[in-house]
C-alpha cells in the first residue's frame, strides 16, 4: 500500500483558486463535482447532501463517500475557502489527503467515510449583507469590498475583532456581543464599524453558534441519521517550518498544559514542525490511538477534559473547525491542524498557494490516518 504522493499535489493544483460564494460560486460548485467525479472513478459510494442558507440565492453540497458494510469511522475536512484565498492549505491539504486516503482504504476494503464539508468559513448570507453595508457607509473599497478604505478604518477593525473574539467566548450571541461593544470604550473608527456589525445582525435575529462558521457541518449533524464511532477532522495540515519563530504560543490558558503531549517535537518548541491533534472530554482514547499511529511525526496532542460547552467558554479556539458540531451532539473526534494562523503569516491570505506546503508532510499523515482506519475496524 504506497501513498501516491503525486496525486495529492496533482489534486490541490487542479482545484487550487478563491472557493468562497460571495465571490467565487462557481470554482465553489467545480470543487464538489470535482469530489463527486474522483470519488466514483473509484467506485465509491457518494451521498450529495443538499441545502440553502436564509438569505442568500444558491444551493450548497455536503459530500460523503461511504465505503464498507459499517462505515463509522469518518475522516472530514472543509472544501471553500474565504474570499479571495486560493486556499491551498486552507483546505485542500485536507480534500487531497482525503481523496487518497480514500483511494487506498478502498483497496483495503475497509469500513470508512469520507464527509468534505463546505461553509466552513461562515455564512454567505451574513458576510454578504456585512458587505453591502460596509460599503454604502463609505468604510469598505468599493472594487473589493472587503478592503477598509483607510489604515485607520483597518486597524480599527482589526482591534474591534480583538475584542468581540473576547466576548463571543462568553455569550457567542451577536447581538449581544456588539450590543455590549457599543456601550463600551471604542474609537470612533470601531464604534462605526461596530454599529454596522449591529445593524446587520439585527437582520439575523436567530443567529447563533451554528450559523455563523462551520454551516455545513453543523447542518451534516443536526440531521445526522447514522451512528459514527469517531471523526478525524483535518484542517489546514501543510504549513511546516524548520526556523524558529514559526510556531505562535497557543491562546490555552497554562491550567490546559498539563493535558498536552509532545511527541518528537523540538526542544525549540517555536519552530513549527510538528502538527496538533487535539481531543475532547468523549475522544481521548481515540487521541491516544492516533497519537501511537503518528509516532514518526512530530505532534503535540491536546487531551482536553472538557465538553463543548466547556470548550467555548474556556478555550474556544479549539472549536474553529468542523470538528465542533460532533464536539456539540457528544461524538467522539479528533482536530488535526498545523495551528492555522499560529503557524503561518499566509492563513486567509491570497498568498496560500500550492508552492508552500509540505507534500512529504501530507503522505506521512495520509499513512498515519489509513493506519488509524484500518485498525479501528
Not at 14 to 39: C, F, K, Q, V
Not at 178 to 186: A, F, K, P, Q, V
Not at 250 to 255: E, G, R, Y
Not at 297 to 312: E, R
Amino acid at each position: 500500500m504506497t501513498v501516491d504522493i503525486n496525486r495529492i499535489y496533482q489534486t490541490i493544483l487542479n482545484l487550487e483558486g478563491p472557493r468562497h460564494p460571495i465571490t467565487s460560486m462557481d470554482h465553489l460548485n467545480y470543487t464538489a463535482d470535482y469530489i463527486i467525479n474522483e470519488l466514483n472513478k473509484l467506485d465509491i459510494k457518494v451521498q450529495v447532501q443538499s441545502f440553502q442558507v436564509k438569505g442568500f440565492e444558491g444551493e450548497f453540497r455536503n459530500i460523503v463517500g461511504s465505503i464498507g458494510q459499517d462505515p463509522n469511522i469518518m475522516l472530514s475536512g472543509h472544501y471553500d475557502s474565504v474570499q479571495y484565498s486560493p486556499g491551498a492549505n486552507d483546505n485542500l491539504s485536507a480534500v487531497a489527503l482525503l481523496l487518497e486516503a480514500a483511494r487506498l482504504l478502498k483497496q483495503e476494503n475497509a469500513n470508512a467515510s469520507f464527509a468534505f464539508f463546505t461553509l466552513e468559513e461562515g455564512n454567505p448570507a451574513i458576510r454578504s449583507a456585512l458587505n453591502e453595508k460596509l460599503q454604502a457607509q463609505g468604510l469598505v473599497n468599493e472594487k473589493y469590498k472587503y478592503k477598509y478604505k483607510s489604515l485607520d478604518l483597518l486597524k480599527a477593525s482589526r482591534s474591534l475583532f480583538k475584542k468581540s473574539k473576547i466576548l463571543y467566548a462568553q455569550m457567542y450571541a451577536p447581538i449581544r456581543v456588539y450590543e455590549t461593544l457599543i456601550n463600551s470604550d471604542l474609537s470612533p473608527s470601531e464604534l462605526e464599524i461596530a454599529k454596522v456589525n449591529l445593524e446587520v445582525y439585527k437582520m439575523f435575529p436567530e443567529t447563533d453558534e451554528n450559523t455563523l462558521p462551520v454551516v455545513g457541518s453543523s447542518y451534516y449533524v443536526d440531521h445526522l441519521d447514522r451512528d459514527i464511532k469517531c471523526v478525524l477532522n483535518y484542517d489546514c495540515i501543510g504549513w511546516i517550518k524548520q526556523e524558529k519563530g514559526t510556531q505562535k504560543p497557543l491562546p490555552i490558558p497554562k491550567a490546559y498544559e498539563d493535558f498536552f503531549d509532545q511527541h518528537q517535537i523540538e526542544s525549540d518548541i517555536t519552530i513549527g514542525n510538528y502538527l496538533g491533534l487535539a481531543g475532547d472530554i468523549n475522544s481521548s482514547d481515540y487521541l491516544k490511538h492516533f497519537s501511537k499511529c503518528m509516532m514518526d511525526i512530530p505532534h503535540l496532542t491536546m487531551d482536553i477534559p472538557l465538553d463543548h460547552d466547556q470548550m467555548k467558554q474556556l478555550v474556544p479556539d479549539l472549536l474553529r473547525s468542523d470538528h465542533r458540531p460532533f464536539w456539540r451532539k457528544g461524538i467522539p473526534a479528533l482536530f488535526i491542524t498545523d495551528f492555522a494562523n499560529f503557524r503561518s503569516e499566509l492563513y486567509h491570505t491570497p498568498a496560500d498557494e500550492s508552492q508552500h506546503i509540505d507534500y512529504e508532510m501530507l503522505e506521512r499523515m495520509t499513512k498515519a490516518s489509513v493506519k488509524f482506519v484500518l485498525e479501528n475496524q
